[in-house]
């Protein structure tokens, strides 16, 4: 197993966490933990002894999971930078060939929406990348990080999601020179093929989405922008018309399809 996959689960672990500590906490009061009968089940002691190894072990077991992970992710990324010799033609043609169909997250900013990625570069539906780095690069160089990436999975862009609310899914085609690693791929060019929106309100998670707004973001350093978010009729009815879309005129916008999940 990859150490992306093992962080993964361990994020899922630590989602979990808050509901097994209250049912530690449960078992513990209905063990005696916090009564003052004489003779409690479990002893007292015994009870808030287990409490604290608890509340001490187990976060410490997912900073030690998190350092070991992270070291394995390392270790995997400079085996990766070693294997550069392999990447060496002689001729062109000689390249092999593969589809590249992926899945990868966007937010919708700007007033005149746009694609943007979770690195903040913009993009057409249609578009070739173009290194912010390295002008005289052609995306994708070897020893650089430019050029469009997605995932092969569509699992793991869903989780990439869960853990970035205000994302969009994308269904995309990768095409020109590209590279393909363990779960995806960086490629010259790309074309978005769908844009899934969100069942529910991306704020109050409960009514089904109906209509894009968009709302002003402050963020560090005096960086502010402006980004699109699909809302429930409720939660979309404080808006202007102006800050408003519909589904079918963001499609115009964006240039490309939308359906819901």
């Known amino acids: 197993m990859s150490s992306a996959h093992l962080k993964q689960r361990l994020i899922k672990w630590v989602r979990l966490y808050p509901i097994l500590a209250l049912s530690v906490l449960l078992l513990a009061y209905l063990l005696g933990g916090f009564s003052e009968k004489d003779n409690p089940l479990i002893p007292q002691p015994v009870v808030i002894t287990f409490l604290y190894l608890f509340v001490g072990l187990v976060p410490l077991f997912f900073i030690i999971a998190f350092i070991v992970v992270g070291n394995a992710s390392d270790k ?3 085996l990766n ?5 392999k990447l060496v033609y002689e001729d062109a043609f000689d390249l092999p060939t593969q589809v590249m169909h992926g899945y990868k997250l966007a ?11 979770l690195t903040g570069d913009t993009y057409l539906s249609d578009s070739s990348a173009k290194c912010t780095i390295n002008t005289e690069h052609i995306p994708p160089v070897a020893g650089c990080e430019c050029g469009f990436y997605a995932y092969k999975d569509l699992a793991d862009a869903k989780f990439e999601l869960s853990i970035n609310p205000g994302a969009f899914l994308l269904d995309v085609d990768l095409y020109g020179i590209g590279f393909t690693y363990l779960r995806g791929y960086r490629a010259e060019t790309q074309v978005v093929n769908l844009l899934t929106a969100p069942k529910r309100c991306m704020r109050c998670r409960i009514l089904p989405a109906s209509v894009f707004v968009t709302t002003y973001r402050l963020g560090y350093d005096d960086i502010s922008w402006w980004q699109w978010q699909m809302r429930c009729v409720i939660c979309s009815s404080s808006f202007k018309a102006t800050d408003k879309l519909t589904i079918d005129q963001m499609c115009d916008k964006l240039s490309l399809k939308i359906r819901s999940a």
């Open 76 to 78: 995997e990324f400079t």
């Open 81 to 85: 930078k070693g294997d550069r010799s």
């Open 107 to 117: 937010l919708i900013t700007g007033r005149a929406p746009t694609l943007t990625g």
